[in-house]
Each structure stands twice: as structure tokens, then as C-alpha cells.
């Protein structure tokens, strides 16, 4: 079993429709991307797991692509909607940013992959994750961390992190699930760091990425595509990619700069001597 979170869009804008009385049904998986016939999977209802997102449980799947349809109630008073837009790839939970499927989509490569193209596009991924964890010097997981028997601050909801104590932790809190206890506490589950995967700028680059190495490497036969070739062979000319900064460019490392994790160091200053006989530091910048 795989858990996959959801979050509905409803009239252009994100929708809770837990607290209005509606809710997230199921989930139906199909093979193709018509979404006819037979569902390869059904799953459901989800559970709300905060605002706005809701979790389905789905069955162990072999890997590769599925097409879904998710049917959900924003209000107690509407009628059901279909979300037609969703994509799941399998396997879920690994650690990965992106999928196999994503960079055969990039490549133009044909679906379902073999298990050499997959593992193939799994080790790109992973190596583009790791030049964009050494840049902003910081892991792109969350770590996962409990309060157990906690009391919240007044004043803010059960899943803003600064309803909770913490110490010690300088770095993104996300709030992960709240259970309520019989006694009045609660047992928060906690997600501490960067969480790559809700972040859509790195997502892409790390798909943009992975997806340029392989067509830039001889070996994977996913070479640079050809605009022309002379009559004799001897010169072929290729496709000419967008400079750096150009529409329809590849992402840089530079574009990640603001995730990367801020340190606070004390200014360094020239010791006051003490009143009367000196200045302090305090009133004076000399």
C-alpha cells in the first residue's frame, strides 16, 4: 500500500471541502490516458490530512504511468466533480523528485519504459538532485520529528507550525498530522527542512536537468535532435537551443538561490572599552 496526497482545485482556487460539508471521494486509475473503460485501480474516500489536502491509499501497482480521475464534493451543497488532470507514477515514496515518466516525457520517448530506460532516468534524477542539494548546500527531504502530549499556543490553527513549541530548529517546520489525545494534548507529527518536492521550481529543474544530461550523452541513444544533414553526411547541423535567460531556457542553479538556508552570524566588532574611560558600542557606529 502507497499513500498519495491530493489537493483539489475547485473554480480556479484551492478547495477544502472538508469544513464545508463536502468531501474527496475516490480515486480511479486507468491505463490510458483516455480514462475509459475498466479502472486499473479504485481507491477511497480520502482522509483530510490538513487544509486542503487529502490523502488516498492506493494499492500496490506495477510500475509506470496511470491516468486518474478523482471525484470530490467542494460543498454540502454542490454536486460531485470530476478532476480529470491527475497522473500518478508509480512506485510512489522514493525518494526521488521526479519520475521516470517525467524525463521520457521531456525525450519523447514512448510509454511504458523498459526496466533499462527506467533505472537509466532514475540515476539521471538522482544525480541532478544531487547537484542542486550541494548548491544550496542543504538535504531536499524533510526530516521527520514528533511532539508528543503537546499543549498549542492560542491563538494560531493546530497546523501552523508556530503553534508549537520548538527548540533548537532553525530551519521550515510542516506541520504533517495532529492527533488529539483524551486528555487534551495532542501528538503533532512534524516535517523539519526543505521539502523539494512541494517546490515546483526545483522539481523542474531537476526534470529539465536529468532530461538534457541524457539527451547530451552518446550512451543513452537519447542524442541532440537534428534540424538537418548535407546530402555526403558531412555536416549535420542540430537544434539550437535558447540562451540563458531566454524563454523556453533551461533553469539554472542561480534560479534556486532563494532556498538556500540563511545563517545568522554576529557582527564582527572591535570591543568597547568601558565608560567613562571610552565610547560604548551601543550609541555610537565608531
Known amino acids: 500500500m502507497t499513500v498519495y496526497d491530493y489537493q483539489p482545485v475547485y473554480g480556479g482556487t484551492a478547495c477544502d471541502p472538508g469544513p464545508n460539508g463536502g468531501s474527496v471521494s475516490r480515486i480511479e486509475l486507468y491505463a490510458s490516458p483516455e480514462r475509459t473503460g475498466t479502472p486499473a ?22 510500475d509506470g504511468r496511470y491516468w486518474c480521475t478523482v471525484t470530490f464534493t467542494p460543498t454540502s451543497s454542490a454536486s460531485p466533480v470530476s478532476d480529470r488532470n491527475v497522473k500518478v507514477d508509480f512506485p ?18 514512448p510509454l511504458p519504459l523498459s526496466a533499462a530506460q527506467r533505472e537509466a532516468f532514475r540515476d539521471a534524477i538522482a544525480d541532478a538532485q544531487s547537484d542542486v542539494a550541494g548548491h544550496l548546500g542543504r538535504p531536499l527531504l524533510p526530516s521527520p520529528r514528533t511532539l508528543s502530549g503537546a499543549r498549542p499556543l492560542f491563538g494560531y490553527d493546530l497546523y501552523d507550525a508556530r503553534a508549537w513549541p520548538l527548540d533548537g530548529v532553525d530551519d521550515i517546520v510542516t506541520v504533517a498530522r ?21 517546490e515546483r521550481p526545483i522539481v523542474r529543474y531537476v526534470v529539465a536537468h536529468a532530461a538534457e544530461g541524457l539527451r547530451n550523452d552518446p550512451a543513452t541513444g537519447n542524442g541532440r535532435r537534428v534540424t538537418s544533414v548535407s ?9 539550437t537551443a535558447p540562451a540563458a535567460g531566454q524563454a523556453g531556457a533551461l533553469p539554472t542553479l542561480d534560479s534556486l538561490n ?4 540563511l545563517l545568522l552570524r554576529p557582527l564582527p566588532v572591535a570591543p568597547a572599552q568601558p565608560w567613562p574611560y571610552g565610547r560604548g558600542r551601543r550609541y555610537t557606529r565608531w
Open 178 to 198: 495532529v492527533t488529539e489525545k483524551p486528555d487534551g494534548r495532542y501528538d503533532v507529527d512534524l516535517l523539519v527542512g526543505l521539502d523539494a518536492d512541494a
Open 231 to 239: 546530402a555526403e553526411g558531412q555536416s549535420i547541423s542540430y537544434e
Open 41 to 62: 485501480a479504485t481507491a477511497g474516500p480520502a482522509v483530510r490530512l490538513r487544509a486542503a489536502t487529502y490523502r488516498f491509499t492506493l494499492p500496490d501497482m506495477p
Open 92 to 109: 510512489l515514496g522514493t525518494g526521488l523528485l521526479a519520475s521516470a515518466e517525467q524525463i521520457a516525457d521531456k525525450l519523447q520517448v
Open 258 to 261: 532563494g532556498y538556500r538556508k
